[in-house]
C-alpha cells in the first residue's frame, strides 16, 4: 500500500486525524520538500511527534528514481508525505500510476491547500478563483522581469472576472549557478510584487503570509506599496483580484486593510 498523505500548512500537528493515523502506522515514511515546506516544522519536529523516521527525497529521488518507495509500498505500507495536500498544488499523480502499474494498492488522505486557505483569508469566494500561475526567479526562467505566461494566465482570468493566485517560487537544492545542495531561497511577496508592478501593471494586490499559522498576514494593496512593505517569513503567496462581488471588496477592506477607493475602482 501507498498511502498520499498532505499534512497541511503549518507545523506536525496540522495533518489530519486520519492523515496522522496512517502515518504512524507505516512501515516506511519518505517525504518531499522541494516543491513546498511546513511554515512551523521541520523533519525532526515531524519524526518526533509521530514517532516515526521519515527519509527526504528530492525531486530527481521522486521523479526519477522512485524504486526505494515502490519497493516498500510492495512489501508493506508506505507513506508519501508532502506540504500542503500532495494531489493539488504539487501533483505527485505519476508516481501514483507507477504504483498502480504494478499492482499497489494507493490511497489519499488529503490535507489543507495554500489555495483553500488563501481564499479563506481573504474573503475572496472561492468558485471566483480562475487558473493559478506561479512566478519563477527571474534566474530560473532565463530572462528578466515576469514570464508572458504569468501575465497571459491573470489576464485571462481578470477578463472572466476571476481572481489568480500567484504561487511564489521555491529554490531548494539548485541556484542561479546551477545544483547546489545547500541553496534555499524563497521569494518573498515584496518581491514578487515589485516584479508585476513593473512587468504587468500597478493594480490590486494581496499578499497571504504564512497561511494556516497562528501569525498569518493578510495585506491588500496596490502592487507598488506591497513592494514596499515586509511581511515576514515565508511562504507566501499573491492572489490578484478579478471582479469584486460587493461582499469581496467589503472583506479586503475589512480583513485585509485595502484602501476603500481602491477596491471601489
Given amino acids: 500500500m501507498l498511502t498520499f498523505i498532505g499534512l497541511g500548512l503549518y507545523d506536525e500537528r496540522s495533518v489530519t486525524v486520519e492523515g496522522r493515523e496512517a502515518l504512524r502506522e507505516a512501515d516506511r515514511v519518505f517525504a518531499e520538500f522541494y516543491t513546498s ?16 523516521d521519515v527519509e527526504v527525497r528530492d525531486r530527481a529521488g521522486v521523479e526519477r528514481d522512485p524504486e526505494p518507495i515502490l519497493a516498500a509500498a ?10 500542503g495536500d500532495t494531489m493539488i498544488s504539487t501533483t505527485h499523480t505519476d508516481l501514483r500510476l507507477r504504483a498502480a502499474e504494478r499492482g499497489i494498492d494507493t490511497r489519499v488522505i488529503h490535507g489543507v491547500t495554500a489555495q483553500s486557505a488563501a481564499s479563506s483569508l481573504t474573503g475572496l469566494q472561492n468558485y471566483r478563483f480562475g487558473k493559478a500561475t506561479t512566478l519563477p ?24 472576472g476571476l481572481h489568480t493566485v500567484v504561487y511564489l517560487d521555491i529554490k ?22 515589485d516584479l508585476l508592478a513593473d512587468g504587468w ?14 501569525d498569518a498576514v493578510v495585506a491588500a494593496d496596490r502592487l ?13 503567496l499573491l492572489v490578484i483580484p478579478g471582479e469584486l462581488h460587493h461582499v469581496e471588496a467589503d472583506a479586503l477592506v475589512g480583513l485585509a486593510g ?8
Fill in 172 to 193: 531548494v537544492g539548485t541556484g542561479p549557478t546551477g545544483p547546489d545542495p545547500d541553496h534555499e531561497e524563497y521569494m518573498t511577496a515584496d518581491v514578487a510584487a
Fill in 201 to 214: 501593471r500597478d493594480e490590486l494586490a494581496v499578499v497571504v503570509a504564512r497561511a494556516g499559522s497562528p
Fill in 258 to 265: 485595502a484602501p476603500e477607493s481602491l477596491v471601489d475602482e
Fill in 74 to 83: 510492495e512489501s508493506g505500507d508506505a507513506a508519501f508525505l508532502t506540504a
Fill in 137 to 160: 526567479f527571474p534566474y530560473a526562467h532565463g530572462g528578466d522581469g515576469v514570464p508572458a505566461s504569468v501575465v497571459e494566465t491573470i489576464e485571462a482570468n481578470r477578463e472572466r
Fill in 224 to 236: 507598488s506599496a506591497l513592494a514596499d512593505r515586509e511581511f515576514g517569513d515565508p511562504l507566501h
Fill in 37 to 52: 515546506r511546513l511554515v512551523g516544522a521541520d523533519v525532526a519536529d515531524l519524526e518526533a511527534h509521530h514517532g516515526v
